[in-house]
């Protein structure tokens, strides 16, 4: 074996992938010259140092979970929140309708929607409200709506309110009584984790 061929399977050589009768070249040319040698000495402590590298610097814990996620296949990333939920579901069947189980099974279905549902392009159609009001008609929440004026939001028909997130397309929906109670046709970017969109367009019906 000369030089050029010895360089040319220095990596098979390192990772013990040749077979026998390569190694055994291999070995009979590194014994032999010096500059072969040099070279697999310093790709070694390369490697070294890398492995130790690795071994001390772990990437953030939200960086791997990110890139699992990339890296799963659609079909899991859909049927492994789902599964969750059936098992839920059977453990408030066995446990009762506690307020404590409710308030399990809703998280549960929150868990499932924001991973099925990611921020998206959207048209939604509704009535404009004022998200206080609402509150304070279905749970008696204290508002200060009167003090500081309304909030518009929209109530679509099955009774999510969507917040609108502050932006050029939205200062009237936002702050103008005036359209309260409108039918609001809205184009834009929905955001299910934090219940709001992000305007782009709209029309008054």
């Known amino acids: 074996m000369d ?3 010895f360089r040319e399977i ?3 050589y390192m ?6 009768e390569g190694v055994a070249a291999a070995n009979a040319h590194v014994s032999e010259c010096p500059g072969c040698r040099a070279v697999h000495e310093e790709l070694s402590r390369l490697r070294r140092s890398v492995q130790q590298i690795v071994r ?3 990437a953030p814990s939200l960086l791997v979970d990110r890139i699992r996620r990339q890296l799963m296949p659609p079909w899991r990333r859909v049927l492994a929140p789902a599964a969750l939920l059936i098992l839920v579901l059977f453990a408030l069947a066995a446990a009762g309708a506690s307020p404590g189980a409710r308030g399990l099974v809703a998280r549960s279905m929150e868990f499932v929607a924001f991973h099925l549902d990611p921020p998206r392009l959207v048209e939604l159609e509704g009535q404009l409200v004022c998200r206080d009001c ?7 929440a204290k508002t200060m709506c009167l003090l500081k004026g309304h909030r518009g939001a929209l109530k679509t028909a099955d009774g999510k309110i ?3 997130m502050e932006g050029e397309h939205t200062e009237a929906l936002v702050h103008d009584d ?3 109670g409108k039918t ?4 834009g970017k929905i955001y299910r984790r934090a219940g709001c969109v992000e305007v782009q367009s709209y029309r008054i019906l």
């Open 3 to 5: 030089c050029k061929e």
């Open 162 to 164: 969507w917040n609108l």
């Open 178 to 180: 005036s359209l309260r």
């Open 134 to 140: 609402e509150l304070k008609a279905l749970y008696g």
């Open 184 to 187: 609001i046709h809205i184009r």
């Open 15 to 20: 990772d013990g992938e040749l077979a026998a």
């Open 10 to 12: 220095l990596d098979l």
């Open 56 to 58: 001390e610097h772990n």
